[in-house]
């Protein structure tokens, strides 16, 4: 059983940035594959980011088109937590923000054994 915990989501202007948390128990991040996804009102969840241990202290990201070059996600393994830096936020990204984790794969239209509560973000023009 993993159990996922974020945080840091808020209120920012048009270009500027926020760091999301999400903290994992029950299991290290090293086990399973993590992520995270963001649902927008009215839209269908949609995957932004994942990370997978791949051995050693290295680590494997991906990230959906419309994320990248802005988004960041990354790992502390002893505090067992991943982040997602956001940086040059746009309206467009305003939605609830979810960590996930899977035993096999965590990207897009992954099914995701373990959902966060979410945390909202919401990008003023």
């Known amino acids: 059983q993993v159990q996922l915990v974020e945080s840091g989501g808020g209120l920012v202007q048009a270009g500027g940035s926020l760091r999301l948390s999400c903290a994992a128990s029950?299991?290290?991040?090293?086990?399973?594959?993590l992520g995270w996804f963001r649902q927008a009102p009215g839209k269908e969840r949609e995957f932004v980011a994942a990370?997978?241990?791949?051995?050693?202290?290295?680590?494997?990201?991906d990230y959906a088109d419309s994320v990248k070059g802005r988004f960041t996600v990354s790992v502390d393994a002893a505090k067992n937590t991943i982040y997602l830096q956001m940086n040059s936020l746009k309206p467009g990204d305003t939605a609830v923000y979810y960590c996930a984790a899977d035993r096999l794969r965590v990207g897009p239209h992954s099914r995701n054994d373990y959902w966060g509560q979410g945390t909202q973000v919401t990008v003023s023009s």
């Open positions: 029950g299991r290290t991040i090293r086990s399973y594959p």
């Open positions: 990370i997978t241990w791949s051995g050693g202290n290295t680590y494997y990201a």
